[in-house]
């Protein structure tokens, strides 16, 4: 508590200089706490908190690139629900998510119990597996459409040479099916190391001991990995596959570069229907409404997960 | 009361000797020199033309003593960028515009009406495209500035060896691609989520006499026996002439198709003739360009018309004027006609007789093309619809589905379905 400038007054002390009274406020614990989180927060509240508002406020009126709109109240959640690309954008977003963050689990898995092993220039490998998620997406996306490419896909080329094919082989990226596919698999390659570099992580603080205990009770291979690697791993794993799941869910530049929602319409997703509809197609209010159906979907995703890693 | 007049005292001193100071270095100083004016466009697909642009921006900049800088971003990303100028209203004087732009940025845009009938009186009018792609209810919002003609590019060799001749209608074309699919040369068009694959859909149903709107610009007119034909049309040149490739393509997967020497026909811009060029391919000298087909309904082409517009919120609307009407002096057009290696064609009469066509054979058909042309959404007005029928890429996704079994009048059913979600969704301006 600061002394009173009363009570020095009284007891014959010169009050305390401004500077000196400004540096009490500041040093007063409430102050100085709510200070140092300001700029986090002015960050959040720039930088993601007004883009939601504006973008509920645009979801909510008939706002195109031109022209301010008026409110229009859920019309354009109406109008997006009417719609077959959309429902089938739903549909797309389910389908992609589920089969590419499964495959990423089980995949990232396997690929962090081989580099937990012993290798011979370990972190050089480790190094290399990074390298999907380093790359610019846009670039190694560019890279996969050459493979798929239609007239020159090495993919095609390759299966044809060892029989595995039947000439010209599939139309990746022309029918339904096999484009989205194509784009699962782009998703995986690139998303697969984040996985295992995160199991990996998880994969060592595993205390050997438990390994040992299980190996003098003589449990299998398998059996080490089921009764004592997954339960350990639980944690790890729920956080990765929360954060897959909605990297998953929101991706944008794979199916941007790769089919462009094609064909037909069967690899887009919420991203990339809302960046059709909002930014080249100028209606910004039902883009904005596409793109927040997301939201609480992903809302539900997180909060079901978080309350299972609190629970773990 | 004595502050105030120190102040202004001290302002008037400074002023007094800066204006001095300027006087005696015979320029202004830093702070007031030269006003900017900013322009922004896509990447040109011929990056000559962008050095040709900037080139004629800093001959501009030292004759009116201001800085031009011409900036350049990829061409997907100008939705976005025009989105987010007009957003905060802030950015660049100049922008590029096309399609929809002028009717979406209707209220957005500078009246330009000054300057199109100024450079339409001096440069032999503007052709019909011209006034469809840029005039709005409420008057002209961009000066057209260049378009890229979209022609029947083809293999000159392998239609010799199968017997037929470049065609001049799309039925032509049907029965050319049957005996050319049978020599191994099969011909191509989108049927995709592609640029290319709207516009020749809509040069095809203009041809057949069909139409996707009404032109009010507010009544869906694709539910027509025209539009079946045309589907049924792209069932059997998709299942006797052309390869299923053509669902998977991009808008440079034609040009590689004909490059390859597999394909023998496209229907696109000259852009793989002057790729072929560039890089010596030998397959070069096969390649030869023809007029677009026409049909039953005439001959017609869709196109993209690039425009220039200046934003209201701009500090420098007098001069942006000028620099527009600088770029479309004789000397200077041309010359970016040139820089672009004839892809730049020009949306008035007058810039038709340039050297570039008539002296190269395979581009003298090129001028005429500007007589066939018109904006996506004809004989409506490319009105925010269109932009949504475009950009969903409904036209080439409802023929991709008559393809893939649906029956043709369902097809056309869920094209109008489309149509009217997007009519639906229709900005309200004084152009529609």
């Known amino acids: ?81 009417g719609n077959e690309i959309f429902r089938q954008t739903v549909s797309n977003s389910f389908v992609f998510t589920i089969i590419a963050v499964i495959l990423k689990a ?81 998703n995986v390659w690139r998303g697969l190391p984040f996985f295992a570099i995160i199991v990996l992580a998880g994969l060592v603080s595993i205390p050997r001991e ?61 991203a990339t229907f809302a960046y059709q509809m909002g930014l080249t197609g100028g209606n910004l209010g039902q883009g904005a409404a596409v793109s927040l159906f997301l939201f609480p979907l992903l809302a539900a995703i997180v909060f079901i997960q978080l309350r299972y890693i609190r629970k773990e | 009361m004595s502050a105030v007049i120190a102040r202004r005292s001290f302002l008037k001193g400074s002023a007094i000797a800066v204006a001095g100071a300027s006087l005696a270095l015979e320029r202004a100083p830093a702070w007031a020199q030269k006003r900017e004016l900013t322009m922004l466009s896509f990447n040109h697909f011929v990056p000559a033309s962008d050095d040709e642009l900037r080139r004629q921006a800093d001959v501009f900049s030292k004759q009116a003593g201001v800085t031009v800088r011409v900036d350049t971003i990829a061409g997907p990303q100008m939705f976005a960028k025009r989105a987010a100028e007009v957003s905060s209203q802030s950015g660049h004087d100049v922008i590029v515009t096309g399609a929809a732009d002028p009717f979406l940025y209707e209220q957005q845009l500078v009246d330009m009406g000054d300057l199109v009938d100024h450079l339409g009186g001096r440069y032999g009018g503007w052709y019909p495209f011209a006034k469809e792609t840029c005039h709005t209810a409420s008057g002209w919002r961009a000066v057209p500035w260049f378009w890229v003609a979209f022609v029947g590019s083809y293999n000159e060799v392998q239609f010799k060896k199968a017997g037929v001749q470049a065609p001049k209608t799309w039925d032509d074309l049907l029965k050319a691609g049957k005996v050319l699919k049978k020599q191994g040369n099969p011909v191509g ?14 040069s095809v149903l203009w041809c057949a006499g069909g139409k996707v709107l009404e032109p009010d610009g507010k009544t869906p007119a694709i539910n027509s026996d025209k539009a079946a034909g045309v589907v049924e049309w792209y069932k059997e040149l998709y299942k006797d002439a052309m390869e299923p490739e053509v669902l998977s393509w991009d808008n440079a997967s034609n040009n590689r198709f004909l490059l390859s020497g597999k394909g023998s026909w496209i229907h696109n811009p000259i852009s793989p003739y002057v790729a072929a060029v560039e890089k010596k391919m030998p397959i070069a000298d096969e390649i030869n360009h023809h007029n677009s087909p026409g049909g039953p309904g005439g001959i017609h082409s869709a196109t993209g018309v690039n425009s220039l517009g ?57 001028p005429k093309e500007a007589e066939y042309v018109h904006e996506q959404g004809w004989p409506a007005k490319p009105n925010a619809a269109v932009q949504l029928i475009v950009v969903n890429f409904v036209l080439p996704n409802m023929v991709a589905k008559a393809i893939a079994g649906m029956p043709t009048k369902r097809a056309l059913a869920w094209g109008e379905d489309q149509i009217r979600l997007a009519l639906q969704g229709k900005l309200e301006t004084k152009g529609k």
């Not at chain 2, 008035?348 to 395979?362: T, V």
């Open chain 1, 210 to 270: 438990y390994y040992e205990a299980a190996e003098v009770d003589g449990a299998s291979s398998w059996g080490r990995f089921r009764h004592v690697t997954l339960p350990l791993l639980k944690p790890v794993l729920a956080v990765v596959i929360l954060f897959s799941t909605i990297f998953t869910f929101s991706d944008f530049n794979i199916v941007q570069v790769l089919t462009a929602g094609g064909p037909v319409n069967t690899t887009h997703l919420f």
């Open chain 1, 106 to 186: 089980v995949l990232g898995i396997w690929l962090a119990m081989l580099l937990f092993r012993p290798l011979r220039f370990k972190r050089l490998i480790r190094g290399a597996v990074l390298l999907p998620w380093v790359i610019p997406t846009a670039l190694s996306v560019l890279a996969w459409r050459w493979m798929f490419d239609s007239l020159y896909s090495v993919v095609n080329w390759t299966g044809i040479r060892l029989g595995l094919m039947n000439p010209p082989g599939p139309n990746w990226l022309g029918m339904a099916d096999y484009a989205m596919s194509a784009v699962i698999a782009v």
């Open chain 2, 310 to 366: 200046i934003w209201k919120f701009s500090k420098n609307i007098p001069l942006a004027k000028d620099f527009i009407k600088f770029l479309f002096e004789k000397e200077n057009y041309n010359a970016f006609i040139k820089g672009g290696s004839a892809f730049n064609q020009p949306p008035l009469r007058g810039f038709a007789e340039h050297p570039i066509w008539a002296s190269h054979p395979k581009y003298a058909m090129l």
């Open chain 1, 1 to 81: 508590m600061a002394v009173g400038t009363r009570v020095l007054e009284t007891v014959g002390r010169a009050r305390p200089g401004r500077l000196a009274r400004a540096r009490e406020w500041w040093e007063q614990e409430h102050v100085f706490g709510y200070s140092l989180i300001v700029p986090a927060l002015a960050l959040i509240a720039g930088l993601v908190a007004y883009p939601f508002a504006m973008a509920i406020y645009f979801s909510l009126s008939d706002y195109w690139v031109g022209s301010p709109g008026s409110f229009v109240g859920l019309q354009n959640f109406r109008d997006i629900l």
């Open chain 2, 189 to 202: 068009i989108p049927i995709s989520q592609c640029t290319d694959a709207n516009i020749t859909f809509w």
